[in-house]
């Protein structure tokens, strides 16, 4: 069966500075990766979608790459800031959106 | 102009109730979905209808029954609570489309607390 993993750990960064959030996956690549984001006591908020023809996406402070040969996507946050700490879920789906398989999120925390 | 509303928000039940969790959406989509969280913050999906058909049952006890009187609603019911019931269920609806994909909308969330 699919996996999918995410840093368990929270990452600590300094406000300005990029946070770098991985996800990896193991089997057969996703028709589509998204990533959400997630806080304390709310539902999950999407915030990018790729494809797997696709090698990056942007969207204004928000960068995503999908490495399929790695099998593995990164999401980046550029110049962070204190609103941006949350729960960030990375999300695979290979059915065109009738099952999407979520990982377990990685807390960020901003610092100012 | 809430787009995913669940009610209730929170519940506290008895174990060997029978609990409703409903869900609608004004967006407009075909597709709606019930997840859920455990405390391990872990997101599940547990069924997706498509235009009101079960399209996606995950090994989901049976006596957890999901309802979908029209493409707007999607209701769970749960038969039976047991303590490892408890955990937030997210409703979440999306438009399905030919090659196409779109993404998910949720709701706020229940959180279901079984004593």
């Known amino acids: 069966s699919q996996k999918i993993e995410q840093n368990s750990e929270a990452l600590n960064i300094q406000e300005g500075k990029t946070a770098t959030l991985t996800c990896n996956y193991t089997n057969y690549s996703p028709a589509y990766l998204q990533w959400y984001r997630q806080d304390p006591g709310r539902g999950p908020v999407f915030l990018l979608l790729?494809?797997?023809?696709?090698k990056e996406k942007r969207k204004e402070r928000l960068k995503v790459t999908f490495d399929t040969t790695l099998k593995q996507s990164l999401f980046h946050i550029t110049a962070s800031q204190p609103a941006d700490s949350a729960t960030y879920l990375c999300a695979l789906d290979w059915t065109g959106g009738f099952k999407t398989i979520f990982g377990a999120g990685t807390r960020l925390f901003v610092k100012a | 102009d809430t787009a995913v509303s669940q009610t209730p928000k929170y519940l506290v039940t008895q174990m060997g109730n029978d609990k409703s969790i409903k869900c609608e959406q004004n967006l407009g989509h075909d597709t709606m979905y019930w997840y859920k969280q455990d405390s391990k913050k872990f997101l599940k999906i547990m069924f997706s209808y498509n235009n009101k058909e079960l399209i996606i049952n995950e090994t989901v006890p049976n006596r957890f029954s999901p309802k979908s009187p029209d493409k707007a609603h999607l209701n769970l019911h749960i038969n039976s609570l047991e303590l490892g019931d408890s955990a937030v269920y997210f409703c979440?609806?999306?438009?399905?489309?030919?090659?196409?994909?779109?993404?998910?909308?949720f709701g706020p969330g229940t959180r279901l607390l079984v004593l």
């Open positions: 790729i494809r797997e023809n696709e």
């Open positions: 979440a609806s999306s438009q399905s489309g030919q090659g196409k994909f779109e993404t998910q909308y």
